[in-house]
């Protein structure tokens, strides 16, 4: 099983504290680097990890809400100071082509490189994104401006080869690669070989779901049904869940809650408002109380999974 | 005689480095704050540091290069979120009003106070602000784009009154303020009292010239001369001379040949390029060489004046 690793560039939210930069996260799947939203500071906090971002050729913007997006302009004009010649694809809600034109053309008219702005529908569950090995979906969210989250999900892989049987059955090295993708084999004598005893089950896919800004919403569950990492926000303790409401964010127990109906394996909260910067952990206990496996994402934090 | 105090929020050139925001300090002299340049993430060097900034009413942008004024638009929402009420001014080159009118707009256009965009022009030496204890110029620079630094300079202040003098000569309550600045007095006789015989020196008065970004041009050591402190880019060591002059930069040894001739108290070199992250001490001793009494400016460093 190949891993995923999931590096939290800013796990804070609207105000910036000691310990949280705004929102940003680095996903490496299947040698692929993926960038989720782009707060303030994001480059800085990669900077800060020594990271190197060569494999980075799409960044994912959320929603248009300052924290999540602040740092794109800053990111783009670095990477043209460090050579970049790949094009780059930043996917966001429709309007971001417009709101940044300006910026582009005043900052960045002479890079080296192309940034290509890609818009999609925050109110569908829709692919926007596919290669080889990974498919890539936006799911609605609710919020006070058009946001979505995302789901990462990889392809189902090719089933293992029993080798000792490939050669017992005589199975022609042209056939590998469908009975891989689990075909039957007929051999000379016409006889059919099923699939199950030529191949044993693939390596199991890795999903990863992200879901920020959003108020309490059930309807994301069938799209996060089984991830094994759930990235939802927790802005807010149990204590001002009217808050949450009136702002339409979630508590923590609201996250714990998505989290333990869509059977994920694992939660990660953060965007953490600012009140909680120096006892976060009662944020992150409430949520152990509905779901146990949950952890709280910290500024620099590498989550395996 | 009162003290300033510089406080670096970031010290770096274009590429942040794992030690080094992009450029940007905050001034304090005479219970107001001075934000100069706001490169990104000055909001979070500020808030990682604590810093309470209810006194800033004034923001300096030198020039418009993303590592002098991306923090801008994020630091402006913050400060509604921190519930200013009091007007923001913002002093830019030509063209910045309509650069960030439409991130104003889209991102700024419900918060409880008014930032107002005042546009000078980079070519003149000119005040461009004063109030009853300070007066602020540009002083041109020498750049890529039109760019100047600021000084700032406390205004005269009152002579101090020798008080049993005062009583002596039976000066009355309301000839105070204009003894305080000089005048003479004439007393109940007819008789003319020198100013000196009633009052001792003022304070001295306290000048501070912040010069980023700018190639070594000796036009500006007449503005700058004695200040008490000159911040002025060095982005790169001497055997990076012909790079600094194509890229319109200065070296450390030309920032402290500035700084020699025009006879400064001290100078504070930053905005040293990424590539001396780990051994910024030789750009320092290359500056100390001409011009010791030369400090290496530090993120978060504090220095008083």
Not at 164 to 181: A, G, R
């Given at each position: 099983m190949s891993t995923a690793r999931l590096t939290i560039l800013g796990a804070g939210s609207a105000l910036p504290t000691r310990y949280n930069f705004p929102s940003s996260q680095l996903l490496e799947l299947r040698e692929k680097q993926y960038l989720i939203d782009c707060g303030e500071g994001t480059q800085?906090?990669?900077?800060?990890?020594?990271?190197?971002?060569?494999?980075?050729?799409?960044?994912?913007?959320?929603?248009?809400?300052?924290?999540?997006?602040?740092?794109?302009?800053?990111?783009?004009?670095?990477?043209?100071?460090?050579?970049?010649?790949?094009?780059?694809?930043?996917?966001?809600?429709?309007?971001?082509?417009?709101?940044?034109?300006?910026?582009?053309?005043?900052?960045?008219?002479?890079?080296?490189?192309?940034?290509?702005?890609?818009?999609?529908?925050?109110?569908?569950?829709?692919?926007?994104?596919?290669?080889?090995?990974?498919?890539?979906?936006t799911i609605p969210l609710k919020h006070r401006v058009p946001a979505c989250g995302f789901l990462f999900k990889e392809k189902a892989k090719d089933r293992h080869i029993k080798r000792?049987?490939?050669?017992?059955?005589?199975?022609?090295?042209?056939?590998?690669?469908?009975?891989?993708?689990g075909a039957d084999f007929i051999n000379e004598e016409g006889k059919l070989i099923e699939n199950k005893l030529l191949t044993t089950e693939p390596a199991k896919t890795i999903s990863y779901a992200y879901c920020s800004d959003t108020i309490y919403t059930e309807t994301i569950i069938p799209w996060i049904t089984g991830v094994d990492l759930l990235y939802h926000e927790a802005t807010f303790?149990?204590?001002?869940?009217?808050?949450?409401?009136?702002?339409?964010?979630?508590?923590?127990?609201?996250?714990?809650?998505?989290?333990?109906?869509?059977?994920?394996?694992?939660?990660?909260?953060?965007?953490?408002?600012?009140?909680?910067s120096s006892n976060q952990n009662i944020v992150l206990q409430e949520a152990k109380s509905v779901f146990e496996n949950t952890i709280l994402a910290e500024d620099k934090m590498v989550i395996e999974f």
């Open positions: 800085i906090s990669m900077r800060q990890m020594g990271l190197k971002t060569k494999r980075l050729n799409r960044i994912f913007i959320s929603h248009l809400h300052g924290d999540h997006c602040f740092g794109l302009v800053g990111l783009i004009s670095s990477f043209a100071l460090l050579n970049r010649t790949a094009d780059l694809y930043i996917h966001g809600p429709k309007g971001i082509t417009e709101l940044y034109a300006s910026q582009m053309e005043f900052f960045c008219n002479q890079i080296p490189y192309t940034v290509h702005f890609v818009e999609h529908d925050t109110t569908q569950f829709q692919k926007i994104h596919e290669d080889r090995s990974i498919e890539i979906y000792e049987m490939i050669d017992y059955h005589k199975v022609p090295f042209s056939q590998i690669n469908l009975i891989k993708q303790a149990d204590s001002e869940a009217a808050r949450a409401k009136t702002t339409m964010h979630s508590t923590a127990k609201q996250a714990a809650s998505i989290a333990q109906q869509a059977n994920v394996k694992q939660l990660v909260i953060g965007h953490l408002s600012s009140r909680y």
